[in-house]
């Protein structure tokens, strides 16, 4: 890459940064692009001949923000503390993006919006499935999955309640209320899973069908 193009991503970088710090803060349709551009100490000119315009700008933040998360969590799945503390450290971690971000800016990410979607979609199915199943087989090693729930079913049930969660963008109307439902959701999720939570009775086997 040549100096003018590290220029250039530079700039975008700066662009992408502001434009969320502000989103965050304010929403989507509240946040100009005169704004974003004298946060990011850049011209007007400057977003609309790298990015587009706002609604592609919006994107291009949205889906920098889910490579990021998905970066954040990879490192907390690849660390050496125990499975357990990884998952806690994880809903932890939504719980207080949930807290933190505007519900506008929450629900462009929970949106309808065809591009965002496929492009979630794209990550789900070509990064976070191999990240989930080696992150599967070490909570089978460790004894905190249910040795009767297989990797596929461990991989359904995530893509189940990833999309549930995008279903319902109005789970981010009320930040106070958001973080106390997206923690227990999670449990929800984390507890089915395990069939237990740790120091509960074992799971029982289902009956079988007549």
């Known amino acids: ?8 991503e530079r700039k975008k970088d700066a662009v992408r940064a502001a434009a969320l710090e502000l989103f965050r803060d304010y929403g989507v349709r509240k946040v100009t692009v005169g704004e974003i551009a004298g946060k990011a100490a850049v011209s007007p000119v400057t977003i609309y001949n790298h990015f587009g315009g706002k609604e ?25 503390r125990p499975f357990l503390e990884r998952l806690e ?60 729930v297989s990797r596929e079913t461990f991989l359904l049930h995530l893509d189940v309640f990833r999309r549930g969660i995008q279903a319902h963008p109005a789970l981010f109307s009320s930040p106070e209320h958001n973080e106390s439902l997206v923690r227990e959701m999670s449990h929800l999720y984390l ?10 009775p074992e799971p029982r086997e289902a009956p079988e069908r007549s």
């Not at 890459?1 to 250039?8: D, L, S, V």
């Not at 994107?59 to 998360?69: E, M, N, Q, S």
């Not at 800016?105 to 990240?131: A, G, N």
């Not at 507890?191 to 509960?200: C, F």
């Open 89 to 148: 450290m994880i809903v932890f971690d939504k719980t207080q993006i949930a807290r933190q971000f505007n519900e506008e800016f929450m629900q462009k990410i929970m949106s309808d919006d065809p591009e965002i979607r496929r492009f979630i979609d794209s990550v789900f199915e070509t990064q976070v499935s191999d990240l989930m199943t080696d992150f599967f087989h070490e909570g089978r090693r460790e004894g905190c999955i249910r040795p009767d």
């Open 56 to 80: 592609e700008l919006v994107r291009d933040v949205v889906k920098h923000f889910i490579l990021d998360l998905l970066e954040r969590y990879r490192a907390i799945m690849v660390s050496e």
């Open 191 to 200: 507890y089915g899973v395990m069939g237990q939570k740790p120091g509960g």
């Open 1 to 8: 890459m040549n100096g003018f193009e590290r220029r250039k």
